[in-house]
């Protein structure tokens, strides 16, 4: 089954700090992507990336870096944390070949920004 | 923008009854839609997908989708407590960068 991993699964950070989060996958899929998850919003996408080397923003980028050094993984990169930026992040991939491809969802990391 | 409305917000289902969600694109070039589930502390799953109209029956699910009125919805039959989770319902256009649109999602809660 398609694997997607994420690091860590939860991170307290102060306000100002840099904070990276790593997602890995091992389904040979190009397509990546990041989203954030509140209560009353559902999922929202940050940014995603058509293969190694490639980052496209999404609908809420603000805020945001992403980063795609190798087809598997997939970072996203907050340089100056926010407390608004407290949220579930869920990292995913999905195939490019046909329209009608399904994403595959990491477990999660939890932010706490103080 | 293009967007999915989804409905009810939460839904309470007696374990053994029948649970129901819908969803409303704006966009008739959304073809292709999945209903994904979350259970807690989890990533969402793909549940189902639908890209014909009419329904389609896995099991005790049965998505069924109606391009005409841009709705698809969902039932669960014979609802059990594992079946308690948050529920989304996500849209792909035929001429998308591989983006799908999300539905706010349902919270459903099987009584015991």
């Known amino acids: 089954e398609a694997a997607v991993t994420q690091s860590p699964r939860n991170k307290v950070a102060v306000t100002g700090g840099k904070v990276t989060l790593s997602c890995n996958q091992t389904n040979n899929h190009n397509n990546m992507y990041w989203y954030r998850q509140d209560t009353g919003h559902g999922l929202r996408l940050i940014h995603y990336s058509y293969g190694a080397g490639s980052t496209e923003k999404g609908d809420i980028p603000d805020g945001y870096k992403a980063s795609r050094p190798s087809q598997e993984n997939f970072s996203l990169i907050l340089e100056l944390a926010t407390p608004s930026q407290t949220s579930v992040y869920f990292c995913?991939?999905?195939?490019?070949?046909?329209?009608?491809?399904?994403?595959?969802f990491g477990p999660g990391t939890r932010l706490t920004v103080l | 923008q293009q967007k999915v409305q989804q409905s009810p917000e939460s839904l309470s289902v007696p374990e053994g009854g029948m649970a129901s969600f819908n969803c409303t694109s704006s966009?008739?070039?959304?073809?292709y839609f999945w209903w994904y589930r979350q259970h807690s502390g989890e990533g969402p799953k793909a549940l189902m997908s639908i890209f014909s109209d009419g329904d389609k029956k896995e099991g005790r699910f049965t998505a069924h989708l109606n391009k005409a009125s841009l709705h698809v919805s969902l039932h669960i039959r014979d609802s059990q407590p594992s079946d308690s989770a948050l529920y989304f319902c996500?849209?792909?256009?035929?001429?998308?960068?591989?983006?799908?649109?999300w539905g706010s999602g349902t919270k459903l809660i099987i009584k015991p």
């Open positions: 995913a991939s999905g195939a490019s070949d046909r329209n009608y491809a399904e994403q595959f």
């Open positions: 966009d008739r070039n959304f073809q």
């Open positions: 996500a849209a792909r256009a035929t001429d998308s960068n591989y983006q799908l649109i």
